[in-house]
């Protein structure tokens, strides 16, 4: 029982960070530090925002959610509806992340 709940907080953990650091890397390299925006005006750009937004969304939703709660935009319960979709997203994340490092042979299979 301990161990799979090490496992799922593992999981989430690491799909946050995974959200975090994906976004960060992508203001660093933009050269922006404030604003969202992705443009779907091609197949590729397309493709790289719904990537991008399906790796990024765990950070944004908390984020954001916490800065409109912060400065009174939503309530309180709509911001731990925030945390909860946060929380699941990130979770999912973890998994996806988890599955391609054992496909790709990064992290070994036993």
Do not use: D
């Amino acid at each position: 029982m301990a161990t799979n709940l090490a496992l799922v907080t593992f999981l989430i953990a690491f799909g946050f960070v995974t959200s975090a650091l994906v976004y960060n890397a992508n203001t660093a390299i933009k050269g922006r530090t404030s604003g969202f925006t992705v443009s779907f005006q091609s197949v590729s750009q397309f493709l790289f925002g719904f990537v991008f937004c399906m790796f990024v969304g765990p950070y944004l939703v908390l984020e954001r959610g916490f800065t409109f709660w912060r400065f009174g935009g939503i309530t309180f319960p709509i911001f731990l509806f925030c945390f909860g979709v946060a929380l699941l997203w990130s979770f999912c994340s973890g998994i996806f992340v988890t599955q391609l490092l054992m496909i790709t042979g990064i992290v070994p299979i036993q």
